[in-house]
């Protein structure tokens, strides 16, 4: 027996494809595995179960983890397919300053690349600025935007700022997500949780594991069938009493009337 303290390492590989690659649940939080077991009784003519036997079987579970990528999920859930070397990626918070004198723009490190954009903001208070199409007179708070080059207003001037932006990444992976029929998804193995699985199965179906439940049932059982077993023996007896009084009366009787009949006769 090996005793893990903390949640584990959870690995999923997909079994639908060759050469798939392993998904690691990174930063596992929690993982739980339910085994849920149907029990089926069987009465007949008896109001308590005479045996108890299981019958269908659902194994489920449920990870948590902190680490999202794109992979991960679409092993465990889409089973779309993957593109290597392409991708959009997200420039998170990208600090830079205006200049203080004309021209009023920045070029963003991935300006080469860059692909949309999602938001500027001042760097002190957070107050998201304006894109416009074209920037009118010195109102602070606006931007116009062109394949990564930002200008601002003049009334921004040396103002701490920061961006946020997508562009082409050729480390990622992309998915293509297509609409597909239903009943078709990625089918997937969790190496170490199928060992689990089995000890588990064994142990609830071995003769020890329900031996004390069969064992009471059992006992109960018999405890019935005497019971009814003594109703019916104390019934009989007492209709062989009755049966054999009946048949005293009527030898009584026969005797009654041979002696009215020899009397009679004298």
Do not use: W
């Not at 103002?159 to 293509?176: C, E, K, P, T």
């Not at 069938?225 to 009527?250: A, E, F, K, T, W």
């Amino acid at each position: 027996m090996q005793l893990n303290f903390g949640v584990g390492t959870a690995i999923g590989k997909r079994t639908d494809i060759a050469n798939a690659k392993p998904s690691f649940l990174g930063v596992l939080q929690d993982l739980e595995i339910d085994i849920a077991v149907t029990l089926k009784e069987l009465t007949g003519a008896y109001r308590m179960p005479i045996d108890v036997a299981p019958s269908n079987m659902k194994v489920t579970g449920k990870a948590k983890f902190a680490r999202i990528q794109g992979a991960s999920i679409n092993n465990l859930l889409l089973g779309q397919t993957e593109t290597d070397g392409a991708g959009i990626d997200m420039a998170v918070a990208e600090s830079f300053s205006v200049p203080s004198s004309s021209p009023y723009t920045y070029q963003t490190a991935n300006h080469s690349a860059f692909l949309e954009d999602l938001g500027v903001f001042y760097a002190n208070g957070g107050t998201q600025l304006q894109p416009v199409p074209v920037l009118v007179g010195s109102t602070p708070g606006q931007y116009t935007q062109s394949s990564g080059t930002y200008t601002f207003s003049s009334a921004d001037a040396g103002a701490a700022l920061v961006a946020y932006y997508g562009y082409s990444a050729a480390s990622l992976v992309q998915l293509s997500l297509a609409n597909q029929l239903m009943g078709s998804g990625a089918r997937l193995r969790a190496p170490g949780e199928a060992g689990l699985f089995r000890r588990r199965r064994r142990e609830e179906t071995c003769p020890q594991a329900q031996c004390l439940s069969r064992l009471k049932m059992d006992v109960a059982v018999q405890e019935q069938r005497l019971h009814d077993s003594g109703l019916r023996i104390h019934g009989l007896r007492r209709c062989l009493q009755r049966l054999g009084h009946l048949c005293l009366q009527r030898i009584d009787r026969q005797k009654e009337r041979k002696l009215s009949a020899v009397n009679f006769g004298r």
